[in-house]
């Protein structure tokens, strides 16, 4: 089993920046891929970036040229820096370990 804690969430303005952690902890070998999400309100949860199987990077259309996934496998976490934020990327951010486990989310407000 695979435990996921977010952090690095907050209330930012629009064009302000924020790093996002995601620390894993307990059978971190069974790992697979790893990848952010979000979830804004009243909407379906939605791919934002990730690491595959095979160490790519890919990321959502939205978000490419602003984000950048990087992760620290020393300390078993994945970040997610997010620059140049708009208001459409206020959500609750998830990351997931192989999709079978997530974490609790972390809230992102970006206002004007």
């Known amino acids: 089993q695979v435990q996921l804690v977010e952090s690095g969430g907050g209330l930012v303005q629009v064009g302000g920046s924020l790093r996002l952690s995601c620390a894993a902890s307990?059978?971190?070998?069974?790992?697979?891929?790893m990848a952010w999400y979000r979830q804004a309100p009243g909407e379906q949860r939605e791919f934002v970036a990730m690491f595959t199987s095979t160490n790519v990077i890919r990321y959502a259309d939205s978000v490419k040229g602003r984000f950048t996934i990087s992760r620290d496998n020393a300390k078993n976490t994945m970040f997610l820096q997010m620059n140049m934020l708009n208001p459409a990327a206020t959500a609750v951010y998830y990351c997931?370990?192989?999709?079978?486990?997530w974490g609790q989310g972390t809230q992102v407000t970006v206002s004007f």
């Open positions: 997931t370990a192989t999709f079978r486990s």
């Open positions: 307990g059978t971190v070998g069974d790992i697979v891929n």
